[in-house]
């Protein structure tokens, strides 16, 4: 039998790729169900899966902060049971924090920490009853330690890690296997979906200079681990595979082979004042920028 597999946020990035691994998997393994916000963007992931079997893939729509819509799509699945739950949808946001509106904060909430929670509460009953599922969420290093000038990005993908966290306690119970898979930067849309307050932004105008020249820095420093330390999604997908062949998966997974210095500093170093030096430095006083 097939593994059922739903996952958010496909019309782009991280959520595209995989659903495209998985719905051409040579042993054709899985269902996938991909869904995505506005099916008005389905035709690059419908392009990428060209000439596959039907059988494979189907793509509803979900908007991961409308409740009626994820329920909507959970009766969809034609199986009627979820296998394996991936909630990758998310959004950046990006700018000093004295111009950022509530609109806005409430927003990336929305999305990132109520839109995978509310997901997770739509399918939890049910992989209760089958007594297993996995649920895969894709974490970011945002969500381990603190970014300048990401603060309400940081503030959500914490918050997913301690839902997260506090679920797999009670589910392992239930043999439910929760795993974040926790990226770095990644070759997506999401720097260009992201809500950024830019330079030029007439908002700007309220913020000292002192913040504008550190965010000028920060701009940079993002554009350029970017530009050179940013991971393809095939190289992501390979780690949700790791996690979803595993009889036994682990909480966290991290992208990269190892776990990367700072956020090891992050876990060693507890009072956290050598973790807040050395972001600062990384960032702010490289000298070739
Ligand atoms: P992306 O922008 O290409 O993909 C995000 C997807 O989420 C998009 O398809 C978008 O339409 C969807 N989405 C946004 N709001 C939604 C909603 N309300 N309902 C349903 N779908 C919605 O970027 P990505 O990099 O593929 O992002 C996927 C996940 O990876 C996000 O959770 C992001 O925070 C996380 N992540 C990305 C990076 C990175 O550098 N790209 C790093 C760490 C973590």
Redesign the pocket.
């Known amino acids: 039998d097939k593994k059922v597999v739903l996952i958010?946020?496909?019309?782009?990035?991280?959520?595209?790729s995989l659903a495209v691994r998985l719905a051409s998997d040579p042993d054709k393994r899985f269902k996938v169900y991909a869904?995505?916000?506005?099916l008005a963007?389905k035709e690059r992931l419908l392009e990428c899966v060209k000439g596959l079997h039907k059988d494979t893939l189907d793509i509803l729509q979900?908007?991961?902060?409308?409740r009626q819509s994820i329920l909507y799509a959970r009766d969809r699945v034609v199986e009627k049971r979820v296998d394996i739950l991936v909630c990758?949808?998310?959004?950046?946001l990006m700018g000093p924090l004295e111009v950022q509106s509530l609109d806005s904060m409430r927003r990336i909430l929305e999305?990132?920490l109520l839109?995978t929670i509310q997901t997770i509460q739509a399918f939890l009953s049910d992989m209760k009853a089958q007594g297993q599922g996995r649920i895969l969420v894709?974490?970011?290093?945002?969500g381990l330690h603190g970014l300048p000038f990401n603060e309400m990005?940081c503030a959500s993908?914490f918050a997913i890690e301690g839902a997260c966290e506090s679920l797999a306690v009670l589910l392992q119970h239930f043999n439910i296997h929760v795993s974040l898979i926790e990226?770095?930067?990644?070759?997506?849309?999401?720097?260009?979906?992201?809500q950024k307050v830019e330079l030029e932004d007439a908002t700007l105008q309220q913020v000292d200079a002192q913040t504008i020249s550190f965010y000028e820095k920060y701009l940079q420093h993002c554009s350029s681990v970017?530009q050179n330390a940013?991971q393809d999604?095939e190289d992501i997908v390979k780690v949700f595979l790791d996690a979803i062949q595993s009889p036994s998966p682990a909480f966290r997974y991290f992208t990269t082979s190892v776990v990367p210095p700072l956020t090891k500093l992050k876990m060693t170093e507890p009072d956290g004042s050598q973790y807040i030096s050395a972001m600062s430095k990384i960032i702010f006083s490289a000298e070739d920028q």
């Open positions: 958010t946020g496909c019309s782009s990035g991280i959520g595209l869904t995505m916000r506005n963007k979900m908007d991961v902060t409308d990758n949808a998310g959004v950046g999305v990132n839109g894709t974490g970011s290093t945002g990005y993908k990226c770095g930067p990644v070759n997506t849309d999401f720097l260009v979906n992201l970017f940013a999604t």
